[in-house]
Protein backbone atom coordinates (compact mmCIF):
# COMPACT_ATOMS: atom_id res chain seq x y z
CA UNK A 1 0.00 0.00 0.00
CA UNK A 2 1.24 3.86 0.03
CA UNK A 3 2.82 5.35 3.21
CA UNK A 4 2.19 8.83 4.13
CA UNK A 5 4.65 11.16 6.09
CA UNK A 6 3.42 14.47 8.32
CA UNK A 7 5.43 17.12 8.16
CA UNK A 8 5.32 20.18 10.63
CA UNK A 9 5.19 23.83 9.10
CA UNK A 10 9.08 23.72 9.59
CA UNK A 11 9.99 20.76 7.84
CA UNK A 12 10.05 18.35 10.79
CA UNK A 13 8.00 15.03 10.19
CA UNK A 14 5.59 14.42 12.68
CA UNK A 15 4.01 11.06 11.96
CA UNK A 16 3.61 8.45 8.79
CA UNK A 17 0.37 7.03 9.49
CA UNK A 18 -2.59 7.80 7.19
CA UNK A 19 -4.27 9.47 10.13
CA UNK A 20 -2.37 12.25 12.39
CA UNK A 21 -3.58 13.39 16.00
CA UNK A 22 -1.68 16.37 17.28
CA UNK A 23 -0.60 15.56 20.36
CA UNK A 24 0.66 18.75 23.23
CA UNK A 25 4.30 17.55 21.95
CA UNK A 26 2.95 19.46 18.60
CA UNK A 27 0.96 21.89 19.31
CA UNK A 28 1.98 23.84 22.45
CA UNK A 29 0.00 26.84 22.43
CA UNK A 30 -2.92 28.02 21.27
CA UNK A 31 -2.68 29.18 17.53
CA UNK A 32 -2.66 28.55 14.15
CA UNK A 33 -0.58 25.54 13.43
CA UNK A 34 -0.33 24.11 9.61
CA UNK A 35 0.48 20.53 8.67
CA UNK A 36 1.54 19.07 5.27
CA UNK A 37 1.17 15.08 4.33
CA UNK A 38 2.51 13.75 1.10
CA UNK A 39 1.44 10.25 -0.14
CA UNK A 40 4.00 7.82 -1.92
CA UNK A 41 2.95 5.02 -3.84
CA UNK A 42 4.33 1.45 -4.17
CA UNK A 43 5.64 2.25 -7.27
CA UNK A 44 7.80 5.08 -6.13
CA UNK A 45 5.25 8.00 -7.30
CA UNK A 46 5.02 11.05 -4.47
CA UNK A 47 1.67 13.22 -4.65
CA UNK A 48 2.04 16.95 -4.44
CA UNK A 49 1.98 17.90 -0.23
CA UNK A 50 -0.90 18.27 1.16
CA UNK A 51 -1.75 21.55 3.84
CA UNK A 52 -3.62 20.86 6.92
CA UNK A 53 -4.14 23.88 8.41
CA UNK A 54 -6.11 23.52 12.45
CA UNK A 55 -6.80 26.58 14.75
CA UNK A 56 -6.19 26.24 18.89
CA UNK A 57 -8.51 28.14 20.54
CA UNK A 58 -6.75 29.37 23.95
CA UNK A 59 -8.68 27.53 27.02
CA UNK A 60 -10.66 30.47 29.02
CA UNK A 61 -8.50 31.42 32.42
CA UNK A 62 -11.78 32.44 34.43
CA UNK A 63 -11.82 35.36 37.62
CA UNK A 64 -14.78 36.35 39.86
CA UNK A 65 -15.06 39.16 42.39
CA UNK A 66 -17.73 40.86 44.72
CA UNK A 67 -18.69 44.48 45.20
CA UNK A 68 -18.58 43.19 48.52
CA UNK A 69 -17.54 39.63 50.19
CA UNK A 70 -18.56 40.26 53.92
CA UNK A 71 -22.21 41.16 54.22
CA UNK A 72 -25.13 41.98 57.37
CA UNK A 73 -27.79 39.63 56.79
CA UNK A 74 -30.57 40.73 54.18
CA UNK A 75 -28.23 42.86 52.24
CA UNK A 76 -26.91 41.76 48.37
CA UNK A 77 -23.38 41.55 46.46
CA UNK A 78 -22.78 41.83 43.11
CA UNK A 79 -20.91 38.58 41.59
CA UNK A 80 -18.33 39.70 38.62
CA UNK A 81 -16.67 37.28 36.53
CA UNK A 82 -14.34 37.61 33.57
CA UNK A 83 -11.34 35.83 31.33
CA UNK A 84 -14.49 33.82 28.82
CA UNK A 85 -17.12 34.87 26.60
CA UNK A 86 -20.39 33.34 28.32
CA UNK A 87 -20.69 32.13 31.98
CA UNK A 88 -22.69 29.81 34.01
CA UNK A 89 -23.58 29.97 37.97
CA UNK A 90 -24.24 27.39 40.43
CA UNK A 91 -25.77 27.11 42.46
CA UNK A 92 -27.68 29.74 41.58
CA UNK A 93 -28.28 28.63 37.76
CA UNK A 94 -27.86 31.69 36.29
CA UNK A 95 -26.03 32.78 33.31
CA UNK A 96 -23.91 36.32 32.28
CA UNK A 97 -20.94 38.17 33.45
CA UNK A 98 -22.54 39.85 36.15
CA UNK A 99 -25.05 38.79 38.75
CA UNK A 100 -26.57 40.02 41.93
CA UNK A 101 -27.35 37.13 44.78
CA UNK A 102 -28.74 38.00 48.64
CA UNK A 103 -27.42 35.53 50.76
CA UNK A 104 -29.39 34.61 53.96
CA UNK A 105 -26.43 32.75 54.98
CA UNK A 106 -22.43 32.60 54.36
CA UNK A 107 -22.27 30.47 50.57
CA UNK A 108 -19.97 29.65 48.19
CA UNK A 109 -20.52 30.40 44.61
CA UNK A 110 -18.80 28.49 41.41
CA UNK A 111 -18.80 29.77 37.74
CA UNK A 112 -17.42 28.36 34.58
CA UNK A 113 -16.32 30.50 31.73
CA UNK A 114 -16.83 29.25 28.04
CA UNK A 115 -15.10 30.91 25.21
CA UNK A 116 -15.15 29.54 21.79
CA UNK A 117 -16.14 26.01 22.48
CA UNK A 118 -13.24 25.63 24.87
CA UNK A 119 -14.64 25.23 28.76
CA UNK A 120 -12.24 27.10 31.31
CA UNK A 121 -11.60 26.53 34.85
CA UNK A 122 -14.37 26.36 37.77
CA UNK A 123 -13.81 29.57 39.92
CA UNK A 124 -15.51 29.72 43.62
CA UNK A 125 -16.11 32.53 46.15
CA UNK A 126 -17.40 32.79 49.20
CA UNK A 127 -19.38 35.68 50.64
CA UNK A 128 -19.75 35.33 54.01
CA UNK A 129 -23.25 36.96 56.14
CA UNK A 130 -23.17 38.12 59.70
CA UNK A 131 -25.69 37.75 61.92
CA UNK A 132 -27.69 40.53 62.88
CA UNK A 133 -27.13 41.49 66.35
CA UNK A 134 -29.70 39.81 68.84
CA UNK A 135 -30.59 40.92 72.11
CA UNK A 136 -33.02 39.13 75.02
CA UNK A 137 -35.65 41.73 76.58
CA UNK A 138 -35.57 42.35 80.48
CA UNK A 139 -37.86 43.63 82.70
CA UNK A 140 -36.44 45.11 86.04
CA UNK A 141 -37.68 47.68 89.21
CA UNK A 142 -36.84 51.16 89.02
CA UNK A 143 -33.81 51.89 91.08
CA UNK A 144 -32.34 48.59 90.15
CA UNK A 145 -29.51 47.27 87.72
CA UNK A 146 -29.04 44.92 85.31
CA UNK A 147 -26.23 43.81 82.77
CA UNK A 148 -27.24 43.87 78.86
CA UNK A 149 -25.79 41.79 75.99
CA UNK A 150 -25.62 40.98 72.63
CA UNK A 151 -24.03 39.22 69.73
CA UNK A 152 -24.11 38.97 66.36
CA UNK A 153 -21.88 42.37 65.56
CA UNK A 154 -18.01 43.40 65.96
CA UNK A 155 -19.30 47.01 67.42
CA UNK A 156 -22.12 48.05 69.28
CA UNK A 157 -23.78 51.54 70.11
CA UNK A 158 -26.87 51.83 72.74
CA UNK A 159 -29.90 53.70 72.65
CA UNK A 160 -31.23 55.39 74.75
CA UNK A 161 -27.92 56.67 77.36
CA UNK A 162 -30.47 57.12 79.76
CA UNK A 163 -31.95 54.58 82.22
CA UNK A 164 -35.88 53.80 83.54
CA UNK A 165 -37.36 57.21 84.58
CA UNK A 166 -40.94 56.44 86.12
CA UNK A 167 -41.50 58.61 88.70
CA UNK A 168 -43.93 60.46 91.05
CA UNK A 169 -45.58 63.86 90.92
CA UNK A 170 -47.65 64.84 93.82
CA UNK A 171 -50.04 67.50 94.62
CA UNK A 172 -50.83 68.67 97.70
CA UNK A 173 -53.54 70.98 99.33
CA UNK A 174 -52.43 72.10 103.22
CA UNK A 175 -54.78 71.95 105.67
CA UNK A 176 -56.26 75.71 106.05
CA UNK A 177 -56.21 75.77 109.76
CA UNK A 178 -54.94 74.02 112.62
CA UNK A 179 -57.04 71.00 113.84
CA UNK A 180 -58.98 71.15 110.91
CA UNK A 181 -59.47 67.95 108.46
CA UNK A 182 -59.15 69.45 105.01
CA UNK A 183 -56.03 68.89 103.40
CA UNK A 184 -55.50 66.53 99.77
CA UNK A 185 -53.00 64.59 98.33
CA UNK A 186 -53.52 63.93 94.70
CA UNK A 187 -50.61 61.65 92.98
CA UNK A 188 -49.45 61.72 89.15
CA UNK A 189 -47.64 58.82 88.17
CA UNK A 190 -45.39 58.99 84.95
CA UNK A 191 -44.10 56.13 83.01
CA UNK A 192 -45.84 53.31 80.77
CA UNK A 193 -45.82 50.66 83.01
CA UNK A 194 -49.42 51.12 84.66
CA UNK A 195 -52.12 50.04 85.73
CA UNK A 196 -50.84 51.30 88.92
CA UNK A 197 -51.59 50.19 92.48
CA UNK A 198 -51.54 52.48 96.04
CA UNK A 199 -51.43 51.63 99.54
CA UNK A 200 -51.15 55.16 102.10
CA UNK A 201 -50.05 54.90 105.21
CA UNK A 202 -53.73 55.71 106.44
CA UNK A 203 -54.68 52.59 104.59
CA UNK A 204 -56.36 53.83 101.32
CA UNK A 205 -55.86 52.34 98.27
CA UNK A 206 -56.68 55.42 95.58
CA UNK A 207 -54.95 57.57 94.11
CA UNK A 208 -55.69 60.08 95.54
CA UNK A 209 -56.49 60.88 99.51
CA UNK A 210 -58.24 63.99 100.77
CA UNK A 211 -59.78 65.56 104.10
CA UNK A 212 -56.46 64.81 105.73
CA UNK A 213 -55.70 66.66 109.26
CA UNK A 214 -51.97 68.00 108.96
CA UNK A 215 -49.21 65.59 109.34
CA UNK A 216 -46.93 63.21 107.20
CA UNK A 217 -48.23 60.73 105.12
CA UNK A 218 -46.38 57.74 103.28
CA UNK A 219 -47.94 55.70 100.05
CA UNK A 220 -46.14 52.49 98.09
CA UNK A 221 -47.39 52.84 94.62
CA UNK A 222 -46.39 49.45 92.71
CA UNK A 223 -46.62 48.90 88.90
CA UNK A 224 -47.79 46.22 86.59
CA UNK A 225 -44.49 44.32 86.73
CA UNK A 226 -44.28 44.41 90.62
CA UNK A 227 -41.61 47.00 90.57
CA UNK A 228 -42.36 49.39 93.95
CA UNK A 229 -41.63 52.88 94.93
CA UNK A 230 -41.70 54.84 98.29
CA UNK A 231 -42.56 58.66 98.56
CA UNK A 232 -43.14 60.17 102.10
CA UNK A 233 -45.28 64.05 102.03
CA UNK A 234 -45.86 66.40 105.04
Known amino acids: GASFEWKNNVGVQ??????????????????????????????????ASVQVSITVNPTPVNSVSATFQTLCSGQSTTLTASGANSYIWTPVNQTGSAITVTPSATSTYTVVGTSLGCVGNSTQITITVNDIATITNKTICQGSTTTLTTS???????????????????????????????????????????????????????????????????????????????????
Do not use: E, H, K, R
Not at 20 to 45: D, E, H, K, R
Not at 191 to 215: A, E, H, M, R, V
Open 152 to 234: GADTYTWLPTTGLNDSIISTITDVSCNGVNNGNISLSITGNQGPYSYLWSTGDSLQSISNLPGGVYNVLVTDSFGCSNTQSFT
Open 14 to 47: VSTTAQFTPSTSTITVPGQYAFFVTQTLMTGQTS
